[in-house]
């Protein structure tokens, strides 16, 4: 599919209105795709890789406008783009007000696939959808001396071949900002209806695979059969089951008994561990964003070399740990969780333990559908197969192992509660005891309790330059949750200054600085981007803030850097913890 073709549809999902009639759009894409098939679901979505894959373009915004600015002409820099960008409001309107295609560099003459020597293949129409996904592979791939200058020539490279159209959409898909109205319901939907299968397989096949362009290539060449053949893959990650807070009188309302387990103050991981039939293993660890985390947390990789004998793929968290194997804050696990660099000394200063709470696939086994009680069960005899105790140990005796408690008892489970919270933990975990594992979805079947003080994960969405010693440093953070039917508005709730340290600013400033959209003075407006956890007194309503309501002593706890902003917390729970007030 020419790449032009593909522009020329966006455009028309973009300005299509009806949800129905996108989706009927996005099915005619993709029965059109012919072999470009599995990038052409990618990018309607504006991915450049499957959603399983933690590989990213590492593209920031200054390069993308370097490579637009030298196609665009000689007489056009990174800082014009930039400046139009500040009066447009979007980069894709911006790429597409240049005349790109006369241009000559070194993109032009390689991998970026550019025009001939006199550089007339700019008018776009040439360029494939094959060759943008290959030059964008190829682009994530560079790295080393001179990687910055390599990519910025690749990026020329398909600029100088864009047309207008082109442009604007090859501009949003570098920079993660496609949207077209287009997200993973639609895709699954579109798939459904342009291959003539049904949904349910679709989704199932999604849940497994985490992989859209798979599954669509699977649904038109091999049909339901197809789908239902596929399973989950050691080493492939999928996205974590996620829970909503909730209380123990409706959890007991709504299911005979619930499952009890503590609820851990650290870092959510999926755990992959292959074992081979010479009885060599492979194990890797994914964060709850499915990025590769194996490198920082040896512990980890350590445990499962020590404790599985069989292929498996776990949920849960990893904890900081102090010398007596006390819990640490959460803060001290961030430390650790993405770290590229000196991870030894690294480990020294921080200690991690795994902690493990669900079983998703044992032996050739896929347990997705298999009820928690019968999954918790497969993960004990996992654990416990290693374990120097008894043939049938105590459940509390296995390393890693979070326990499960099943009762219908409101007092049982505050005991259980305070027993959490008497260990250094967060408090509990309510879940349905016959619920299915359900990746991605953030249902009633698990839900969440914290103590009475409660915290919420808000997005910070502008701040205000400070005073005197602070005159370089952002403070004063303003607070927002999602809100709106796809939960993509954002309403304000408060802002918070109180709990930082000048040491804290200095790192806070350095982190969102590169997301300042705007500044009038003092204050700043800030690109949706950076996650605060915030604890508060009580939550008031207020005229003041969009929301309606306002954090009442509002006190910051941390940055929660495993949480994109589409993971915060929205209006509707603000709303659920006013009422519990």
């Given at each position: 599919m020419?790449?032009?073709?593909?522009?020329?549809?966006?455009?028309?999902?973009?300005?299509e209105?009806?949800?129905?009639?996108?989706v009927?759009?996005?099915?005619?894409?993709l029965?059109?795709?012919?072999?470009?098939?599995e990038?052409?679901?990618?990018?309607?979505?504006?991915?450049v890789?499957?959603?399983?894959?933690?590989?990213?373009?590492?593209?920031?915004?200054?390069?993308?406008?370097?490579?637009i600015?030298?196609a665009?002409?000689?007489n056009?820099?990174?800082?014009?783009?930039?400046?139009?960008l500040?009066?447009?409001g979007e980069?894709?309107?911006?790429?597409?007000?240049?005349d790109?295609?006369?241009?000559?560099?070194l993109?032009?003459?390689?991998?970026?696939?550019g025009?001939?020597?006199?550089?007339?293949?700019?008018?776009?129409?040439?360029l494939?959808?094959?060759?943008v996904?290959e030059?964008?592979?190829?682009?994530?791939?560079?790295?080393?001396?001179?990687?910055?200058?390599r990519?910025?020539?690749l990026?020329?490279?398909?600029?100088?071949?864009c047309?207008?159209?082109?442009?604007?959409?090859?501009?949003?898909?570098?920079?993660?900002?496609m949207?077209?109205?287009?997200?993973?319901?639609?895709?699954?939907?579109?798939?459904?209806?342009a291959?003539?299968?049904p949904?349910?397989?679709?989704q199932?096949?999604?849940?497994?695979?985490?992989?859209y362009?798979?599954?669509?290539r699977v649904?038109?060449?091999?049909?339901?059969?197809?789908?239902d053949?596929?399973?989950?893959?050691?080493?492939?990650?999928?996205?974590?089951?996620?829970?909503?807070?909730?209380?123990?009188?409706?959890?007991?309302?709504?299911?005979?008994?619930?499952?009890v387990?503590?609820?851990?103050?650290g870092?959510?991981?999926q755990?992959?561990?292959?074992?081979?039939?010479?009885?060599e293993?492979?194990?890797?660890?994914?964060?709850r964003?499915?990025?590769?985390?194996?490198?920082?947390?040896?512990?980890?990789?350590?445990?499962?070399a020590?404790?599985?004998?069989?292929?498996?793929?776990?949920?849960?968290?990893v904890?900081?740990?102090?010398?007596?194997?006390?819990?640490?804050?959460?803060?001290?696990?961030?430390?650790?969780?993405?770290?590229?660099?000196?991870?030894?000394?690294?480990?020294?200063?921080?200690?991690?333990?795994?902690v493990?709470?669900?079983?998703?696939?044992?032996?050739g086994?896929?347990?997705?559908?298999?009820?928690l009680?019968?999954?918790?069960?497969?993960?004990e005899?996992l654990?416990a197969?290693?374990?120097?105790?008894?043939?049938?140990?105590?459940p509390a005796?296995?390393?890693g192992?979070?326990?499960?408690?099943?009762?219908?008892?409101?007092?049982?489970?505050?005991a259980?509660?305070?027993d959490?919270l008497e260990?250094?933990?967060?408090?509990?975990m309510?879940?349905?005891?016959?619920?299915t594992?359900?990746?991605g979805?953030?249902?009633?079947?698990?839900?969440?309790r914290?103590?009475?003080?409660e915290?919420?994960?808000?997005?910070?969405t502008g701040a205000e330059?400070?005073?005197?010693?602070r005159?370089?440093f952002l403070?004063t953070?303003?607070?927002?949750?999602?809100?709106?039917?796809?939960?993509?508005d954002?309403?304000?709730?408060?802002?918070?200054a109180?709990?930082?340290?000048?040491?804290?600013?200095?790192?806070?400033?350095?982190?969102?600085?590169?997301?300042i959209?705007a500044?009038?003075?003092?204050?700043?407006?800030l690109?949706?981007?950076?996650?605060?956890?915030?604890g508060?007194?009580?939550?008031?309503?207020?005229p003041?803030?969009s929301?309606?309501?306002a954090?009442?002593?509002?006190?910051?706890q941390?940055?929660r850097?495993d949480?994109e902003?589409?993971?915060?917390?929205?209006?509707e729970?603000?709303e659920r913890?006013?009422d519990?007030?």
């Amino acid at each position: 599919m020419e790449f032009a073709t593909f522009a020329d549809r966006a455009a028309a999902i973009e300005a299509e209105p009806a949800d129905l009639e996108i989706v009927a759009r996005v099915s005619d894409l993709l029965s059109d795709a012919n072999s470009d098939l599995e990038v052409v679901a990618r990018f309607v979505q504006g991915r450049v890789f499957p959603a399983w894959d933690s590989t990213t373009l590492d593209i920031g915004p200054s390069t993308c406008y370097e490579a637009i600015a030298r196609a665009a002409g000689p007489n056009v820099g990174g800082d014009d783009v930039e400046e139009r960008l500040a009066e447009v409001g979007e980069i894709g309107a911006v790429a597409a007000a240049y005349d790109f295609g006369g241009q000559r560099g070194l993109g032009a003459f390689t991998g970026g696939g550019g025009g001939d020597e006199s550089g007339e293949n700019g008018n776009g129409g040439d360029l494939t959808v094959n060759e943008v996904a290959e030059t964008l592979a190829d682009l994530a791939a560079t790295e080393g001396s001179g990687s910055q200058d390599r990519k910025v020539d690749l990026l020329f490279g398909l600029f100088n071949r864009c047309s207008s159209e082109e442009a604007r959409y090859l501009a949003r898909l570098v920079l993660s900002e496609m949207r077209i109205g287009v997200g993973e319901g639609t895709v699954r939907d579109a798939i459904g209806e342009a291959f003539d299968v049904p949904t349910d397989r679709v989704q199932r096949a999604l849940q497994v695979s985490n992989n859209y362009g798979q599954v669509a290539r699977v649904a038109r060449d091999e049909g339901i059969d197809g789908l239902d053949a596929m399973d989950l893959e050691v080493g492939r990650p999928v996205q974590a089951m996620l829970a909503q807070a909730g209380t123990v009188t409706e959890a007991l309302e709504e299911w005979d008994e619930a499952a009890v387990e503590w609820k851990y103050d650290g870092a959510r991981i999926q755990l992959h561990h292959r074992v081979d039939g010479d009885g060599e293993s492979e194990t890797s660890v994914f964060s709850r964003n499915m990025e590769d985390v194996t490198a920082a947390l040896p512990e980890v990789v350590e445990y499962a070399a020590r404790t599985l004998e069989e292929s498996a793929i776990l949920d849960g968290e990893v904890v900081a740990i102090d010398a007596d194997g006390s819990p640490l804050p959460f803060q001290e696990v961030l430390k650790r969780f993405r770290r590229k660099h000196d991870v030894a000394k690294a480990r020294e200063d921080v200690t991690v333990r795994p902690v493990f709470f669900d079983c998703l696939h044992a032996d050739g086994d896929d347990l997705l559908a298999e009820p928690l009680t019968a999954r918790h069960d497969r993960l004990e005899s996992l654990l416990a197969a290693d374990s120097d105790s008894e043939p049938d140990p105590d459940p509390a005796d296995v390393e890693g192992l979070s326990l499960l408690w099943l009762t219908d008892d409101p007092e049982e489970i505050e005991a259980i509660d305070a027993d959490a919270l008497e260990s250094g933990h967060e408090g509990i975990m309510l879940k349905d005891p016959d619920s299915t594992y359900s990746p991605g979805r953030r249902g009633k079947h698990w839900r969440k309790r914290k103590p009475d003080v409660e915290t919420l994960d808000c997005i910070v969405t502008g701040a205000e330059w400070g005073e005197g010693r602070r005159a370089t440093f952002l403070g004063t953070f303003e607070l927002s949750v999602r809100a709106g039917d796809a939960g993509d508005d954002l309403e304000t709730v408060g802002k918070v200054a109180t709990g930082i340290t000048d040491e804290k600013l200095e790192a806070l400033t350095e982190l969102l600085e590169p997301h300042i959209a705007a500044e009038d003075g003092q204050t700043v407006d800030l690109e949706p981007a950076v996650v605060f956890e915030v604890g508060y007194e009580e939550i008031q309503t207020s005229p003041t803030y969009s929301s309606g309501y306002a954090l009442r002593f509002p006190r910051f706890q941390g940055v929660r850097s495993d949480k994109e902003p589409a993971d915060a917390n929205s209006l509707e729970r603000v709303e659920r913890l006013r009422d519990r007030q």
